[in-house]
């Protein structure tokens, strides 16, 4: 099975500051990698597919990069709403796993 | 309007049987991929099942081969999870997720609310 890591587990950060999620998987997993929002008590919600692309009605604050292992997520402007918890998703081979994790949290 | 409606969860005792149902509306369900994720309580997400439009192809985590069994019925829109076998480590809030796609997985745009399975004596 592909693991995926994400870095950090929990992250501190202000309205307007810049943040960045970085996931790695434990092999090439091409640009099938995926990123998901989850609040608390709410389904998760995606955000960004195919490494970079920006699911519909997402903000265009929210960008996704990377290649073959290492992927990023990065949120050019902190907004209120955006202090949540994000996963990666690999959907190169069965099972389709999930990062465990970065949480959001205001500093 | 899409929308995906969970329900069966419950309290069960280990060693018992849940079936879990989604019905979907808002979308043609026959074109599209489904899958199941759950989310242990205070845990992370974690990929459950999946089936291609059709269902002539089912995927599985480790964790749950051999004791859930997905499928799907086109005519009722409905997505099914059949859990046997249930320990206390299948506890967990249980999403119906709809696939951008229609085989494998593209990333899941549409999930439910969720349904809350406790396996516990």
């Known amino acids: 099975d592909i693991q995926m890591t994400q870095s950090p587990s929990s992250l501190s950060a202000s309205v307007g500051d810049r943040a960045t999620i970085t996931c790695r998987a434990s092999q090439s997993i091409s640009n099938y990698l995926n990123w998901y929002q989850q609040k608390p008590g709410k389904a998760p919600k995606l955000l960004i597919y195919?490494?970079?692309s920006l699911q519909s009605g997402v903000p265009s604050r929210f960008s996704g990069s990377g290649s073959g292992t290492h992927f990023t997520l990065t949120i050019s402007s902190l907004q209120p709403e955006d202090f949540a918890s994000y996963y990666c998703?690999?959907?190169?081979?069965?099972?389709?796993?999930f990062g465990q994790g970065t949480k959001l949290e205001y500093k | 309007e899409v929308q995906l409606l969970e329900s069966g969860g419950g309290l069960v005792q280990p060693g018992g049987s849940l079936r879990l149902s989604c019905v979907v509306s808002?979308?043609?369900?026959?074109?599209?991929?489904m899958s199941w994720v759950r989310q242990a309580p205070g845990k992370g997400l974690e990929w459950v099942s999946g089936?291609?439009?059709?269902?002539?192809?089912?995927y599985y985590a480790d964790s749950v081969k051999g004791r859930l069994t997905i499928s799907r019925d086109n005519s009722k829109n409905t997505l099914y999870l059949q859990m046997n076998s249930l320990r206390a480590e299948d506890t967990a809030v249980y999403y119906c997720?709809?696939?951008?796609?229609?085989?494998?997985?593209?990333?899941?745009?549409?999930w439910g609310q969720g349904t809350l399975v406790t396996v516990s004596s």
């Open positions: 808002g979308f043609t369900f026959s074109s599209y991929a």
């Open positions: 089936i291609s439009y059709s269902g002539g192809s089912t």
């Open positions: 195919a490494v970079s």
């Open positions: 997720a709809k696939d951008r796609g229609n085989s494998g997985s593209y990333g899941l745009d549409y």
């Open positions: 998703q690999q959907t190169y081979s069965s099972p389709y796993t």
